[in-house]
């Protein structure tokens, strides 16, 4: 029997630091060497995902974007998901309702940009733009057209929970998009996340499945983001520091993060 194991990097398979420990890299390389098919789903995009995962040895492609995009470690994209004009106005107008101005994610010209309105920017989206101050993906622009102009395929409206709880609730309502309101794991912000309907770890893990013709899923996490992701694993296990309602939906739950769990029940359970 094939099968697949996949794991959240944030919270679960890196520690609280953000990084890899060494004892993961090793564990996990040597049971990737003897066959072991493994991979990583996140919310990350692939450029941020792959530095703190350099050190694996990957041989299959990744989950980025919390199911937007199954990609090689090369940026080949095998599978990709977008929103349709429809949809995309239809963000713009409640997005506008609510007077949140976010970063929007779009595909301009082949190049990825993640675009926000100068001077609308919250104190939470001033962060992000100071950590990232060189990337060039960032884009600023001067009105909501511009914002959303390109193909549209991730949203992040950033601030505090009460200021994003109302309109992630009206998002849920229309049941055209998939929704995610969650603390961000390194800082205080809170973030609402929007995606197409279908994007979600679940869905993207069964494509991923059907792509590399695998019999089983063995899946872990620790955030509310992993639900649909444990839902659709034959087993799924919750880092001992995982959100409770995950560990609800969980097999078992394993040591956590900071104790290389998930290299611990792999080499015990392989």
Not at 40 to 56: E, G, I, N, P
Not at 128 to 142: A, C, G, Q, T
Not at 180 to 187: D, I, V
Request: proline content about 1%; glycine content about 4%; some cysteine.
């Amino acid at each position: 029997m094939k099968t697949l194991y996949v794991t959240d990097l944030d919270g679960t398979l890196l520690n609280n630091d953000g990084k890899l420990s060494e004892y993961s890299i090793k564990t996990i390389n040597n049971l990737v060497e003897k066959g072991m098919y493994f991979t990583y789903a996140t919310s990350r995009s692939l450029q941020s995902a792959s530095k703190v995962t350099r050190d694996l040895l990957l041989n299959l492609p990744v989950i980025t974007r919390n199911g937007i995009f199954i990609e090689n470690i090369n940026d080949e994209k095998i599978y990709s998901l977008k929103f349709s004009e429809e949809e995309k106005y239809l963000i713009m107008e409640i997005l506008e309702k609510y007077s949140i101005y976010p970063l929007a994610s779009s595909f301009i010209n082949g190049e990825e940009k993640r675009s926000y309105i100068k001077n609308k920017e919250n104190e939470a989206i001033k962060d992000v733009l100071n950590i990232w101050e060189n990337d060039s993906r960032y884009r600023p622009v001067n009105n909501i057209k511009e914002l959303y102009y390109g193909d549209l395929f991730y949203i992040r409206c950033i601030g505090e929970e009460k200021s994003l709880i109302d309109v992630y609730k009206y998002l849920m309502e229309t049941n055209k998009f998939s929704c995610l309101l969650q603390k961000e794991y390194y800082s205080e912000h809170y973030w609402c996340e929007i995606l197409p309907k279908k994007a979600t770890k679940g869905n993207t893990i069964l494509k991923l499945k059907e792509i590399i013709k695998c019999n089983k899923i063995i899946s872990f996490g620790d955030g509310l983001n992993d639900i649909d992701m444990f839902k659709v694993s034959d087993e799924s296990y919750a880092v001992e520091n995982a959100e409770e309602e995950l560990k609800k939906n969980a097999t078992g739950i394993i040591m956590s993060n900071n104790y290389d769990g998930v290299a611990k029940w792999l080499i015990k359970n392989k």
